[in-house]
């Protein structure tokens, strides 16, 4: 399917799905899990919106955050490699820095707010003072604004056509969604997918929405990429795969022992 700005919507739906998709396995599987293991604690069930593990502490809570901030950070570097990478590979590193660092954000002003999740442990372990949270909050909105002027600013050379950024963190942001809450749906928590998956999804990272009108002002006619994302059977296929693997494995949820 074509729209006005002639990118292949199935690329680029399957680039969003990988690139969410990875950042899901770097907080729960390189994060939690392999925290969960290196504590010497065994995985009693590891899903795409939860990891039980036998031991509970600050190292094994922070570590899916810290996952996450290490490969946006990361993705975050690779697209200033722009001249080196085709259209779908600098897409996918945007989109992956995106889907990672506004997970860590995101996630930071919810515990702090509502003193659950990741960051809930940390902050009574280190006995956070109220002021502290209030500031800790402030940050993670400021920080998580940056982040969304980052994520537009690299998508300037996508603002043309004038819809063209739009379609893009779109069908990646739904794609999200789509896969988050198909996983979900097969998890024995009551509506994980609802409950879960649709905020693990699509609210951490709705300021890709708003990246567009970022991307609209430091588009530049001398850095424009006027080309077009062509349907791409590679990044489908891969999408598929991901997008299989990650239902039937994170979906009901597997067990790892040490």
């Known amino acids: 399917m074509q729209l006005e700005s002639r990118d292949n919507i ?3 739906g399957a680039i969003g799905i990988i ?3 990875t950042a899901d396995i770097a907080h729960h599987l390189l994060g939690h899990g ?3 293991l290196i504590e010497g604690g065994r995985i009693n069930r590891l899903s795409s919106i939860f990891v039980d593990c036998s031991r509970t502490g600050t190292s094994i809570d922070l570590a899916g955050p810290c996952a996450n901030l290490a490969l946006g950070m990361l993705a975050a570097w690779g697209v200033h490699f722009k001249a080196r990478l085709s259209t779908a590979t600098r897409l996918f590193c945007i989109l992956l820095a995106a889907f990672n660092l506004m997970w860590v954000t995101m996630q930071l002003i919810f515990s702090a707010f509502t003193r659950t999740d990741d960051w809930a442990w940390p902050m009574q372990e280190w006995r956070v003072a109220v002021p ?3 500031a800790t ?4 909105a400021l920080a998580y604004v940056l982040i969304v002027r980052f994520i537009g600013a ?3 050379p996508f ?6 950024a739009m379609i893009i963190v779109g069908t990646a942001w739904l794609g999200a969604g789509a896969i988050a809450c198909a996983a979900a749906s097969f998890d024995p928590l009551p509506a994980a997918a609802l409950r879960v998956a649709a905020p693990q999804s699509l609210l951490l990272s709705v300021g890709l929405l708003f990246a567009p009108r970022h991307a609209a002002r430091a588009a530049r006619p001398e850095n424009a990429v006027p080309e077009p994302l062509a349907r791409s059977i590679a990044w489908i296929a891969s999408a598929v795969a991901v997008a299989v693997l990650s239902v039937a494995f994170l979906g009901p949820g597997i067990a790892l022992a040490r």
């Open 159 to 164: 603002a043309r056509p004038r819809n063209r």
């Open 154 to 156: 690299s998508l300037g």
């Open 137 to 140: 909050i402030a940050m993670g």
């Open 34 to 36: 392999a925290a969960c």
């Open 19 to 21: 690139a969410y998709v």
């Open 132 to 134: 502290v949270r209030y």
């Open 10 to 12: 199935t690329t680029l």
